[in-house]
């Protein structure tokens, strides 16, 4: 479905919104909750700011190959497999956020000034077939408040565990 100028507008503000969000999440887990799992094969919140980072990169590529390429193939990755190969629980946690900071004001700045026309540009994703830059948009303008939402589920069910 196509994206009026106006969605288009409050899309773009969530995402330049999203590293703000994310940020200010992590400033209310305590020092002691932030590799705290809440169950066996989910991400600590410390995992889910290395996942974002690795999914702002290549966000940021994604919507310039759209932009940019002709007959973009967008490809897909397995997220688990990241986490676990490149070891998130390990990783120090500032890189990433710079990596999310700096990725999301860059893309933003760029974002800004497309001519609505582009936004009509088509390329093919690797698991999910035909996709657009307003698909792209859809998704990113929420993918970091949902990994908000995640980390402060993992907080409170973190403070339940804890309380027993």
Same mark, same amino acid.
């Given at each position: 479905m196509k994206q009026t100028a106006?969605? !288009?507008h409050d899309m773009l503000e969530r995402y330049a919104n999203g590293a703000r969000l994310l940020h200010e999440v992590w400033d209310?887990?305590?020092?002691e909750a932030r590799h705290w799992r809440p169950a066996p094969g989910k991400w600590s919140a410390h995992e889910v700011i290395c996942h974002c980072a690795d999914s702002e990169m290549n966000a940021a590529? !994604?919507?310039r190959y759209l932009l940019c390429e002709k007959e973009p193939v967008i490809l897909g990755y397995d997220q688990d497999c990241w986490s676990r190969v490149l070891d998130y629980e390990h990783h120090p946690v500032e890189p990433a956020f710079a990596v999310v900071d700096a990725v999301r004001a860059n893309t933003t700045a760029m974002l800004a000034h497309l001519e609505d026309s582009i936004w009509e540009r088509q390329g093919r994703h690797t698991d999910s077939g035909e996709f657009s830059a307003e698909d792209w948009l859809r998704i990113y303008a929420g993918h970091l408040e949902v990994h908000t939402r995640q980390i402060e589920r993992n907080l409170?069910?973190?403070?339940r565990a804890t309380s027993s």
């Open positions: 106006d969605e !288009r209310r887990v305590p020092d590529a !994604r919507i409170e069910q973190w403070k």
